[in-house]
């Protein structure tokens, strides 16, 4: 069941007696429990009939009793259990999601991973619980992720300042999330952000960004690239050396498939590729500059450079030395 699915549920007042939150994705997981917290129980009923026990600290003994407690002066309880993973043996919560009491919701935050799905506990789960099992989002998700966000809430964002702010931070979507409100915090009266925006409220540059040196390279231009660098060199958090080559290994390497597609078909490049439509023709233009059997070699390359971050078989090289020297290879590997 979608976690959407849950708080709707719960808005309407329909509630099942166990939930069991897990897997690699903790925003998804956050929201469910966050709302569980704040929201299932009025204020005054919280006092009494809310408990939350964190699973590095908590002994499972503890869990049970308070789940099979009654709640006082209320129709139900809330028992939430954080941080679940941490907890000793676990599998002892096995008894009571087997037969839970209806007036005790019972939330369980299992992040990182998942129950072994040959365990009886897993088993029990699949029948007497709500279960959400979550993934870790890719990144060809998070600019149309992060456009539905902003449509839901009324608003609308520039395709660019989109880009500009996945590539930044990655696929975290709870600073997302934060970044988005604080935009909207300082939107005022209008309903569209754009690049001025990001660059006002986060903190991200409009010009000197992860996207915009990654749109310098697959355009070739060499120029731009290099004042880039250096702009990166005297401002070492606008984009990092460890955010970079990532950016520009996903992009060749989309790139790279999209001459597997052997298409020129936008529509079929953006679904099989998983590339948003709007950036297509960028990827488009990039193949002019770069042939087939050249962007393997790229690559290659940028692998190679990656490895000299972490220091195998750099020289002592600086984060701008090692960048504007990929850049003259990457450039000089696309000639044809």
């Known amino acids: 069941m979608p976690t959407s699915k849950i708080i709707t549920n719960w808005k309407n007042n329909v509630y099942d007696a166990v939930y069991w939150l897990e897997g690699e994705e903790p925003f998804y997981i956050d929201q469910v429990v966050e709302y569980a917290e704040k929201h299932l129980l009025a204020e005054a009923e919280q006092a009494f009939n809310l408990t939350i026990f964190y699973g590095k600290d908590a002994d499972w003994t503890q869990v049970l009793n308070a789940c099979k407690r009654y709640p006082v002066f209320a129709e139900k309880q809330v028992v939430i259990l954080k941080e679940a993973q941490h907890m000793g043996q676990i599998e002892k919560l096995l008894s009571y999601i ?106 991200i540059s409009k010009e000197y960004n992860a996207f915009e040196f990654q749109d310098a390279v697959a355009q070739k231009n060499f120029s731009k690239a290099i004042k880039m660098i250096q702009y990166f060199e005297s401002n070492n958090k606008a984009a990092p050396i460890q955010l970079i080559l990532p950016t520009l290994y996903a992009f060749f390497s989309k790139l790279y498939a999209i001459y597997g597609l052997g298409t020129s078909d936008e529509r079929r490049i953006a679904s099989e590729v998983g590339i948003p439509p709007f950036l297509v023709k960028n990827y488009s233009a990039a193949a002019r500059h770069y042939a087939y059997g050249k962007v393997e070699h790229i690559l290659l390359l940028i692998q190679e450079y990656n490895l000299r971050v972490i220091g195998i078989n750099n020289a002592d090289n600086t984060d701008g030395d090692m960048l504007k020297e990929l850049v003259i290879k990457i450039m000089d590997t696309a000639s044809k």
């Open 98 to 203: 087997e037969n839970p009491l209806r007036s005790t919701i019972f939330i369980v935050a299992h992040k990182d991973k998942n129950v072994d799905g040959r365990s009886a506990l897993a088993k029990a789960l699949k029948t007497k619980a709500v279960v959400v099992s979550t993934k870790k989002m890719y990144d060809n998700k998070l600019p149309e992720w992060v456009m539905n966000w902003v449509a839901e809430r009324g608003y609308q964002i520039s395709p660019k300042a989109v880009q500009i702010i996945v590539d930044h931070i990655g696929n975290d979507l709870s600073r997302i999330q934060n970044e988005l409100e604080k935009l909207i915090v300082n939107l005022g009266d209008r309903k569209k952000m754009t690049e001025d925006d990001i660059e006002k409220y986060i903190g």
